[in-house]
C-alpha cells in the first residue's frame, strides 16, 4: 500500500465529499483566529457522518423541523425587553453592506422597530460596486453609521505577514471586523449585538446554533502571550516590526468582564429568522437599492457574493490552494442545502470556476501587499498541501475532486 502523502494544517489526511452537497471534509472549522494558524496545529476538518452527510447539511436539513413562528416570537420577546426611553441605541449590526447585514438592520429597524446603529470595519480596498452599495446601504436604507478604520500601515503590515506566513491573507480583516461590534457596544451602551448567520450555516458543529448567543468564549483574550498575528507572536511583532500595544489593539476582543460589565449580548438573527442568502439578497435590492456584480465573479458563477473587497478573490483562491476548495465549491454548497441547485448541477459549475486565478486587481494587490510576482506564485505553491496536489509535468493537478 502506497503511503499516504503529508497533510498540512491538521487536515484529515483521507478525502472525502459529502454525499449531498460538494464540500469535503478538508474544510477547517472557524478556530479562534487570534491562535497561531501554522502548519503544524491540528485542525478539525468538516464533521461528515457515517451516512456521508456532512453537518453543514444536516443543520439545514434541521432548519425544516423548526417552529419559525415560535422563534420570531422568541426574538420579539428578547426586542422588547431592551427597549429604551432614553433615545439610546438598542441595537448594533455589524456590516459592510453585503446583502447579510443590509437585511439584518433593516428587518430590525423596520419591522421590529428597534432604535438601530451600524458600524464598519472597511475592506482593504473597496471595489467600485461595493463602495456604492455601501452608501446605499446607509443613504437608502437609512441608517446611522461608524466606520473605524484602521492604522492603514499596520493593517497592510498585518495582511502582508497573514498572507506570507499563513497564506490567509484575511485574518487581520476577520479579527477587526468580528471585534469592533462587542467594543463599541460596550463603550457606546448598547445592549445588544446581532450577526447575521451563525457558522453552523456552513459546517461548523451543530450544537454551536442550539442557542441565539455567539460563543463568549470568542471575545476571551487571554494572556497575551498565546496570541498571534499574521502568524508570528505578538511579542514578536513588538519587536521586529516595532509595533506596540495600541497599533494592534483593535484585532484584539474585549475582555469577557467588560462585556458581563456593560451587560451586553451578543447574538446571531439567523436563530429566530430562517437565513436563506438568496432572500437577503433580494430584501436587499428591495429595501437598500443594492447591487449585484454586472459580471461573473471571478472563481464563482454567482454575482452578489462578497463584492466589496477587491482582496475578496485572494482569500478565497488561498482557500483552494490550502484546502482543495474555491469560491465556487463555497456557493455551490450553499445554494444545494437551499435547493436551488441540484448536486448534479453544483459539480459541473465547481468543475468550470473552483480555482479560478482572480486576476482583475493582482497587480493591485501585488502592489497594495508589497510583493513580486515570483515571490507570491513560490508561497501559493509552498503553501499546497502534498496530500491534495500533485505536479505533473509543470502543472499542479488536485488529487481528489467532488464528482
Not at 464540500?23 to 485542525?43: C, Y
Not at 426611553?85 to 429597524?109: F, M, N, R, T
Not at 435590492?285 to 461573473?296: C, D, L, Q, T
Not at 508561497?379 to 500533485?390: A, K
Amino acid at each position: 500500500m502506497s503511503e499516504i502523502p503529508q497533510a498540512l494544517y491538521g487536515l484529515p489526511e483521507e478525502v472525502t465529499y459529502c454525499k449531498r452537497c460538494v464540500m469535503s471534509n478538508q474544510r477547517p472549522n472557524s478556530t479562534s483566529e487570534l491562535t497561531n494558524d501554522a502548519r503544524d496545529q491540528k485542525k478539525f476538518g468538516l464533521h461528515i457522518d457515517e451516512e456521508g452527510v456532512c453537518d453543514a447539511c444536516r443543520f439545514a436539513e434541521s432548519k425544516e423541523r423548526i417552529d419559525w413562528s415560535l422563534r420570531e416570537k422568541e426574538l420579539a420577546e428578547l426586542l422588547d425587553r431592551y427597549r429604551r426611553s432614553d433615545g439610546g441605541y438598542e441595537v448594533l449590526v455589524p456590516g459592510s453592506g453585503g446583502k447579510d447585514s443590509i437585511y439584518a438592520s433593516h428587518v430590525l429597524k423596520y419591522k421590529y422597530g428597534m432604535k438601530v446603529l451600524t458600524c464598519t470595519w472597511p475592506p482593504h480596498i473597496y471595489t467600485d460596486i461595493g463602495w456604492r452599495n455601501f452608501r446605499s446601504w446607509l443613504d437608502v436604507g437609512g441608517f446611522n453609521n461608524i466606520t473605524y478604520h484602521p492604522n492603514g500601515r499596520v493593517h497592510r503590515l498585518l495582511t502582508r505577514l497573514a498572507f506570507v506566513n499563513l497564506l490567509h491573507p484575511f485574518q487581520p480583516f476577520i479579527l477587526g471586523q468580528k471585534n469592533l461590534a462587542p467594543k463599541l457596544a460596550v463603550q457606546m451602551d448598547i445592549p445588544l449585538v446581532f450577526y447575521g448567520e451563525n457558522e453552523a450555516e456552513y459546517g461548523n458543529p451543530i450544537a454551536e446554533n442550539n442557542t441565539s448567543l455567539r460563543d463568549r468564549s470568542y471575545f476571551t483574550v487571554g494572556d497575551l502571550s498565546e496570541i498571534y498575528l499574521g502568524g508570528l507572536p505578538v511579542s514578536e511583532l513588538f519587536d521586529q516590526y516595532s509595533l506596540s500595544l495600541e497599533d494592534i489593539e483593535l484585532y484584539l476582543p474585549p475582555p469577557i468582564d467588560a462585556l458581563d460589565k456593560a451587560k451586553v449580548e451578543i447574538h446571531y438573527l439567523g436563530y429566530y429568522l430562517k437565513w436563506t442568502p438568496q432572500e437577503c439578497y433580494y430584501y436587499s435590492v428591495e429595501n437598500s437599492g443594492f447591487e449585484a456584480n454586472p459580471f461573473r465573479t471571478e472563481g464563482t458563477y454567482s454575482k452578489y457574493n462578497s463584492l466589496d473587497d477587491r482582496l475578496d478573490g485572494w482569500h478565497f483562491f488561498t482557500t483552494y490552494i490550502k484546502f482543495g476548495l474555491g469560491r465556487a465549491t463555497y456557493d455551490a454548497s450553499q445554494e444545494i442545502r437551499n435547493r436551488h441547485l441540484t448536486r448534479e448541477e453544483a459539480v459541473a459549475l465547481v468543475r468550470r470556476f473552483d480555482g479560478e486565478f482572480p486576476k482583475k486587481y493582482f497587480e493591485e494587490i501585488l502592489k497594495y501587499l508589497e510583493l513580486d510576482e515570483d515571490t507570491f506564485w513560490g508561497l501559493i505553491d509552498n503553501g499546497r498541501s502534498p496530500h491534495l496536489w500533485r505536479k505533473e509535468g509543470t502543472e499542479w493537478v488536485l488529487r481528489h475532486q467532488v464528482s
